[in-house]
């Protein structure tokens, strides 16, 4: 064969190659782009939702604030099956729990439901969700700051009776009328 019967193979393979890549990459794109106007718009219609509840609706984070807020993770608070939580600093001082969850296997609609749901409960015994994150796999919950620490720490530590019966008792009332408002 000569070499430009080689050179004109070579250059037909080359742009079958090249259109294929092309191909694949278009629908990549297309793909992303469906998927991220379909969470987009999932988004758009909980916080509509959520917007209904006025003052009380929990503000949404993009998960650069979060990483600002907790001062890049940080102080680590806790961990738990769902998530890990962070101390953070809302921008108006007031100090927050970031909990970062991870593995969850529910949807935007799901997740954002539940946002609104937790975001509507409003008790003394029960700590008080202020914001959100959702952006694909990067979901968080930012509640009410507890400087005491969570009731576990007390009621689990190695001496739970350093509360005092009295003190025990009162817990489970008040764990009691928050199970009771949930109700």
Same mark, same amino acid.
């Given at each position: 064969?000569?070499? !430009? ?13 090249? #259109? ?41 984070? !993009? ?10 993770? !940080? ?16 921008? *108006?001082? !007031? ?38 994150? #959702? ?16 009731? *576990?720490?007390?009621?689990?530590? *190695? *001496? ?24």
């Amino acid at each position: 064969m000569c070499f !430009r019967c080689y050179f004109k193979a070579g250059l037909a393979i080359f742009a079958t190659a090249l #259109f294929s890549l092309a191909c694949v990459l278009s629908i990549f794109k297309l793909h992303k782009s469906y998927m991220f106007s379909k969470q987009y718009n999932q988004l758009k219609k909980i916080e509509q939702r959520l917007g209904m509840h006025g003052s009380l609706a929990p503000k949404r984070y !993009r998960y650069r604030e979060l990483k600002k807020i907790t001062w890049s993770f !940080r102080e680590k608070l806790g961990k738990g099956g769902f998530g890990t939580v962070y101390k953070g600093c809302l921008s *108006d001082s !007031r100090l927050v729990a970031v909990k970062i969850l991870h593995n969850l296997t529910s949807n935007a609609e799901q997740f954002l439901n539940e946002v609104a749901s937790i975001s509507r409960t409003s008790h003394v015994n029960v700590v008080n969700l202020l914001g959100f994150c #959702f952006e694909g796999p990067k979901q968080a919950l930012i509640y009410e700051y507890m400087p005491n620490g969570s009731l *576990d720490s007390y009621i689990y530590s *190695d *001496d739970a009776t350093t509360l005092g019966w009295e003190k025990l008792y009162e817990i489970a009332i008040g764990i009691a009328r928050g199970l009771e408002y949930l109700l």
